[in-house]
């Protein structure tokens, strides 16, 4: 048996490359899996059997220490979330609904905006006090601009040594970023459809690519998130400033609503929690309060 790390999952067809020699072996999965209900996914370390030359059978699948739905993909370390800052407008709600599942996963999370060269001067300052907040938070940002070639330095850097998703609204330019990373990889880009104001789906499946001295996933585009693993009681751990705050509630299990002594509500009032995040925590509660029972 050999073992390695599945890079392309495509059409049935794993690809996995061989920690031994670093060769691809085009594998297929053992009926084993379908019978326990368990998918090989992208970036999980396996064993296989190498039969024909360059292809083979994995036999086992190792402990995950994380995976993701959409894209479906295990054991990263880092999500780099893509917005942009105009063409599509940015959008804090948007971003939210991204940091939550990235958030519960224990995913480190990276800002990244593109397109800040189309900004004026207003608009820019009003961006960065936004980006500001999660900054404070902890959260790392990057800003991106492809005439000016800011930013990729500092991106470059953050990828060495990691597995890393790139993940983000469609038509912010998530796979033009990664070709002036690294141009031999020559991935395919769309422009921004204007009927639809948002980009075309250009990434069809989800593939580990070598960048930078680590391996990112370009992978499809999406335009929302649900919640679908997420449940209420937990939704305020997801929100790293809320989760902070709420040690100071008297109440234990409290949602940061409408009960009394509420740290949460105090630290909102005294400016320390930004209220575009309570509003989109609130929005985000009352989702998963009023979905449909799973059966």
Same mark, same amino acid.
């Given at each position: 048996?050999?073992?390695?790390?599945?890079?392309?999952?495509?059409? $049935?067809? !794993?690809?996995?490359?061989?920690? +031994?020699?670093?060769? =691809? !072996?085009?594998?297929?999965?053992?009926?084993?899996?379908?019978?326990?209900?368990?998918?090989?996914?992208? @970036?999980?370390?396996?064993?296989?059997?190498? +039969?024909? $030359?360059?292809?083979?059978?994995? %036999?086992?699948?190792?402990?995950?220490?994380?995976?993701?739905?959409?894209?479906?993909?295990?054991?990263?370390?880092?999500?780099?979330?893509?917005?942009?800052?105009?063409?599509?407008?940015?959008?804090?709600?948007?971003?939210?609904?991204?940091?939550?599942? =990235?958030?519960?996963?224990? =995913?480190?999370?990276?800002?990244?905006?593109?397109?800040?060269?189309?900004?004026?001067?207003?608009?820019? +300052?009003?961006? %960065?006090?936004?980006?500001?907040? /999660?900054?404070?938070?902890? /959260?790392?940002?990057?800003?991106?601009?492809?005439?000016?070639?800011?930013?990729?330095?500092?991106?470059?850097?953050?990828?060495?040594?990691?597995?890393?998703?790139?993940?983000?609204?469609? $038509?912010?330019?998530?796979?033009?970023?990664?070709?002036?990373?690294?141009?031999?990889?020559?991935?395919?880009?769309?422009?921004?459809?204007?009927?639809?104001?948002?980009?075309?789906?250009?990434?069809?499946?989800?593939?580990?690519?070598?960048? $930078?001295?680590?391996?990112?996933?370009?992978?499809?585009?999406?335009?929302?998130?649900?919640?679908?693993?997420? +449940?209420?009681?937990?939704?305020?751990? !997801?929100?790293?400033?809320?989760?902070?705050?709420?040690? @100071?509630?008297?109440?234990?299990?409290?949602?940061?609503?409408?009960?009394?002594?509420?740290?949460?509500?105090?630290? %909102?009032?005294?400016?320390?929690?930004?209220?575009?995040? /309570?509003?989109? /925590?609130?929005?985000?509660?009352?989702?998963?309060?009023?979905?449909?029972?799973? !059966?």
């Amino acid at each position: 048996m050999a073992e390695g790390k599945i890079i392309k999952a495509l059409s $049935g067809f !794993y690809y996995v490359k061989n920690r +031994e020699d670093g060769e =691809i !072996y085009q594998c297929r999965g053992r009926g084993v899996f379908r019978k326990r209900k368990i998918t090989p996914l992208v @970036g999980d370390h396996v064993e296989f059997q190498k +039969e024909n $030359g360059r292809e083979g059978y994995i %036999l086992d699948i190792g402990e995950r220490k994380n995976e993701l739905v959409r894209p479906p993909i295990a054991n990263v370390d880092q999500a780099v979330l893509v917005f942009s800052a105009k063409e599509p407008a940015f959008s804090t709600l948007l971003l939210d609904r991204f940091l939550v599942p =990235i958030e519960k996963n224990l =995913i480190r999370p990276l800002i990244l905006i593109t397109k800040c060269d189309l900004l004026d001067a207003d608009e820019k +300052e009003e961006l %960065l006090e936004t980006l500001a907040v /999660y900054r404070q938070i902890g /959260y790392s940002v990057i800003l991106s601009s492809a005439k000016a070639g800011e930013g990729a330095d500092a991106l470059l850097s953050a990828l060495k040594g990691k597995i890393t998703v790139f993940c983000g609204q469609s $038509g912010v330019g998530k796979t033009s970023i990664l070709n002036r990373l690294d141009p031999a990889l020559g991935l395919k880009t769309n422009e921004i459809s204007t009927h639809l104001g948002r980009g075309k789906h250009t990434t069809r499946h989800v593939e580990l690519l070598p960048v $930078g001295g680590g391996l990112v996933a370009d992978t499809p585009g999406f335009s929302s998130l649900d919640f679908a693993d997420v +449940e209420f009681t937990e939704l305020g751990d !997801y929100f790293p400033e809320i989760s902070e705050k709420s040690a @100071g509630c008297k109440f234990r299990g409290c949602l940061h609503e409408n009960e009394p002594h509420c740290a949460v509500k105090a630290a %909102l009032a005294e400016g320390e929690i930004a209220s575009f995040r /309570y509003s989109h /925590y609130i929005q985000f509660l009352q989702e998963i309060k009023n979905r449909k029972p799973r !059966y």
